[in-house]
């Protein structure tokens, strides 16, 4: 939908939050106010002549030219010698997530916005550093994680399926297992239900891909922090990544896993949380299965003894595990006819008048 925005009373505040005429200002936008960048833009554009308004994409995005950016559907073009680190942003929306986002994906510029629904334009107080901190906290807590669930929260956005095979083949070399879950939209009582579970990531649009998971039973990462993890080829370079279609083969930030490093070469690998040593080393891509034979096989049987499922394993380290019949141990007694009746007055008891 479309929300109204007073041009006038936003560009006062841009005025008083960028006083220096000649400033290099980004103006960035919520979904809902991207009809009015226009007017916005011829109130500001002769007195700052170096500010630029980004635009929203529509379609399947082309090929990028050079000095643009592309974030969140939002593209905009920096002319040279002008960098994006060397820019301020101007956000015109309310504070949620999208604001989160283009901070986090744009951590080394400073921010201010403009709330239409109260006429205010402030300087953003938001601690990137810290959240950027609890980002890699999580990151460090998936490299412990043994078993790993891939929460599906899209149906819509393209490559879904893509970016759910390669996590799957992701946390496979990586040696971890993996449960596949479609729940609609996240909550900490629907996966609460998986405590088998140390970790989750949640594979959804980029707006909706940063989750706060305090509230939850277990961390909710992102693909990209699932990469970091996992992936010994991928660095952190400063640059947040949030949408999931980055990470595809042949996309801006796709980074190739390793080959498979022998047992002599493995480095090492303590947690920083735990201060156990863990697995350093990315198993051996599958082998590509032979065609299939009529001939009869004789299945193995100690595999399938000793590939127990996460969730067995779970269920045998727990002191209660349900209702047992305990076969053998309960004496025999003679059965009974019980109350009969409904809750409120059973038949043996005596009605009370009211």
């Not at 009809?35 to 109130?43: I, P, Q, T």
């Not at 920083?272 to 032979?290: N, S």
């Amino acid at each position: 939908g479309r929300q109204p925005l007073d041009a006038a009373a936003c560009a006062g505040a841009f005025r008083g939050l960028f006083p220096e005429r000649q400033s290099r200002v980004v103006v960035l936008s919520d979904l809902r106010y991207a009809h009015a960048m226009g007017e916005l833009e011829r109130l500001l554009r002769p007195e700052y002549p170096n500010v630029v308004f980004s635009s929203v994409e529509c379609g399947e995005p082309g090929a990028a030219l050079p000095g643009e950016h592309r974030h969140l559907g939002r593209r905009f073009v920096l002319e040279p010698p002008a960098e994006l680190q060397h820019c301020a942003m101007f956000y015109v929306g309310a504070e949620g997530l999208a604001l989160s986002s283009f901070m986090l994906t744009w951590n080394r510029c400073p921010f201010s916005s403009f709330d239409p629904a109260t006429g205010r334009g402030r300087r953003e107080t938001f601690n990137v550093n810290r959240a950027l901190m609890r980002r890699l906290y999580l990151v460090e807590r998936a490299r412990d994680a043994r078993v790993v669930g891939i929460v599906v929260g899209t149906l819509s956005v393209a490559g879904y399926l893509d970016v759910l095979q390669h996590l799957r083949e992701l946390l496979r070399r990586a040696g971890k297992r993996s449960y596949t879950l479609a729940v609609g939209k996240p909550s900490p009582a629907k996966l609460a239900n998986f405590p088998e579970v140390d970790v989750f990531v949640l594979v959804a649009c980029a707006q909706n891909s940063l989750l706060d998971s305090s509230d939850f039973y277990r961390p909710v990462v992102t693909p990209y922090e699932l990469e970091l993890a996992c992936n010994p080829a991928r660095e952190w370079t400063g640059d947040y990544l949030t949408d999931f279609q980055d990470l595809l083969p042949g996309a801006c930030a796709h980074v190739e896993l390793p080959a498979a490093a022998g047992a002599d070469d493995a480095v090492p690998d303590v947690s920083l949380i735990t201060g156990e040593l863990r697995a350093a080393r990315l198993c051996d891509p599958p082998a590509p299965q032979p065609p299939p034979s009529a001939a009869l096989a004789c299945r193995e049987q100690t595999r399938a003894l000793t590939e127990i499922s996460p969730a067995a394993s779970f269920l045998e380290s727990r002191s209660w595990r349900g209702l047992e019949q305990q076969l053998g141990k309960t004496p025999v007694a003679k059965a009974v006819q019980g109350r009969r009746g409904i809750a409120i007055a059973y038949e043996d008891e005596g009605r009370q008048d009211a």
